[in-house]
């Protein structure tokens, strides 16, 4: 009843055949070998509404499988859309793989991917259209910065971890055998930046990483690098390790139960651990750490290293005003809780409340325990500080107290304004010499000319190069001030009450009630309080 044309056409002959209707076609060729063609509806409903002379009437074609390959915008995904055959021949593996060459792909294509989408050929109806993943770009991974790891443990870490007794509670004041190594022992070893994997689009188009970070390895004072391997630090002298920015030191140690009257004075080149109290009036001064296990009561404590106090640093007002006791780190410094005390330091942390104390914190001061601090900082002065920290500031009675953050910006605008002068008297010299080239280049003897205009140019190259470095100096002073007002924050997680004069750089803000957890920031040049979500 039907024939194949050879361009693929199913033909019926309508004269010999005489078909009554469009259905009785439909119903034949779907009982026929033609039955998974492409029907041609569209003629077969023609040929009844408008009988013509043809003796042959296209009713069906056949059509083999077809895939069209997509690549994403981003180039990261290729995928394919597959149409099954209609009585046409399937599509083979390597007639599907060349469609992808011509679509582009290059990397990421996965042959499991592309014989998975073509299974469907024998699983789907004829004419279905399938998709699928054929090809995946990969991102890139970036290096990971090299990693100090620890062979040791420092005073610091043991500090973290008091003894237990036999009953199962804690000794605050025992944190067994002290922290020390001896000469040769392996300080630290450095893990090394790692170089990333490239990633790549599925055209083929190499996506760069990012290098890890390689930061030297630094041998403090009593360490040295290995002469047999370059990533680790090994101890030259016996002594406590003491953490340093990428690296370590070994201090020489001194340790005394308690500093008095009798003991004098202490001053030493390394560090300094006094197992139980600083009695009033005596000092210590250290090159390097500083701890102590009791208290400080009206001492004076120096260290470049870092100064942590067990329990607490208790002073009082003297007649002059100043305070009896004088807590004074180029490190950071911890304690538990301080009154009528001097801090000045790098990073202050303070675990439970500080009390008519006169601090300086270069860069944080934190009231409170590190997760969620809830310390109360009330009476005294922040003399400077980048970032504050704290539970409750201020008291219920609004007394007054006076806080400083960004202060050290004066001190950076005062260098700017001279930087500034220096500037304008360097472009003066610069305007000086531009007149003086152009008298000599009116001068009639070509040899004093010469000479004349070769000094003038090595003088002019000398404040060519002065007015570079101003620009460059000024310009670090200006990003400086910069993250020094933008970074400023005053943090309150429970209370900040009234009375409390906070200044940020030359802005005031003058508490008159009590607020709830805010942080008081500088914004577009006014000091203004977010309260805290949550």
């Given at each position: ?50 009988p ?5 009437l ?17 180039k ?42 073509l ?18 770009g ?18 610091k ?29 392996l ?217 400083n ?7 950076i ?46 003088t ?12 460059k ?62």
């Open positions: 009843m039907f024939k194949l044309a050879h361009n693929g056409n199913v033909l019926l002959d309508v004269i010999e055949h005489s078909p009554p209707s469009a259905a009785f076609i439909i119903e034949a060729l779907e009982k026929s070998t033609f039955c998974e063609c492409r029907i041609d509806h569209d003629a077969i409903n023609a040929f009844f509404k408008e013509n002379s043809e003796r042959s296209v009713v069906a074609s056949k059509h083999d499988a077809t895939l069209i390959v997509t690549i994403s915008d981003d990261m995904l290729a995928t394919g859309e597959l149409t099954t055959a209609q009585g046409g021949k399937v599509l083979a593996l390597d007639q599907a793989k060349q469609q992808l060459i011509k679509a582009g792909v290059a990397r990421g294509y996965k042959q499991a991917f592309l014989e998975q989408l299974q469907q050929q024998f699983e789907l109806p004829a004419g279905t259209t399938a998709k699928g993943i054929l090809a995946k990969r991102l890139p991974e970036d290096g990971k910065s090299s990693k100090l790891l620890p062979q040791v443990q420092t005073l870490e043991r500090l973290k971890t008091p003894k237990l007794r036999e009953d199962g509670t804690v000794d605050m004041r025992d944190f067994g055998k002290l922290a020390s190594v001896e000469p040769g022992a300080l630290v070893r450095q893990q090394p930046a790692t170089p990333g994997k490239e990633g790549f689009t599925v055209k083929g188009d190499v996506l760069p990483a990012k290098a890890g970070e390689s930061n030297p390895l630094v041998a403090g004072d009593g360490s040295e690098i290995s002469k047999t391997n370059p990533l680790e630090l090994i101890s030259t002298i016996a002594g406590v390790p003491v953490e340093i920015q990428n690296g370590m030191r070994v201090d020489d140690i001194f340790t005394i139960a308690d500093v008095t009257v009798k003991s004098g004075h202490i001053n030493f080149d390394g560090s300094v651990i006094v197992t139980h109290n600083i009695e009033p009036g005596m000092k210590v001064t250290a090159k390097g750490d500083i701890t102590v296990m009791g208290t400080v009561e009206s001492g004076e404590l120096t260290a470049q290293g870092d100064i942590t106090i067990k329990q607490g640093a208790i002073g009082h007002q003297q007649d002059d005003k100043t305070l009896s006791c004088k807590i004074i780190s180029n490190g950071n410094i911890h304690l538990s809780h301080a009154q009528y005390s001097y801090l000045a330091g790098n990073n202050i942390f303070i675990e439970r409340q500080a009390s008519h104390c006169a601090m300086k914190a270069t860069q944080l001061l934190q009231i409170g325990q590190a997760d969620n601090p809830q310390g109360k900082l009330f009476g005294g002065e922040i003399l400077d500080a980048g970032m504050i920290i704290a539970g409750e500031i201020g008291n219920e009675s609004g007394a007054k107290m006076l806080i953050m960004a202060a050290s910006g004066q001190a605008t005062a260098e700017t304004d001279e930087c500034l002068k220096e500037l304008a008297k360097t472009d003066s010299q610069l305007d000086t010499l531009q007149a003086t080239i152009e008298k000599a280049d009116l001068l009639k003897d070509a040899e004093k000319k010469k000479l004349l205009l070769a000094k003038i140019g090595a002019q190259t000398h404040y060519c190069q002065q007015a570079e470095q101003l620009e100096r000024l310009s670090n002073l200006e990003q400086h001030l910069y993250g020094l007002l933008n970074n400023a924050n005053l943090a309150v997680n429970k209370t900040l009450h009234s009375g409390v004069e906070i200044h940020i750089f030359d802005k005031v803000l003058k508490t008159n009630r009590s607020y709830p957890p805010c942080n008081v920031k500088l914004q577009e040049g006014k000091i203004e309080i977010e309260f805290k979500t949550s």
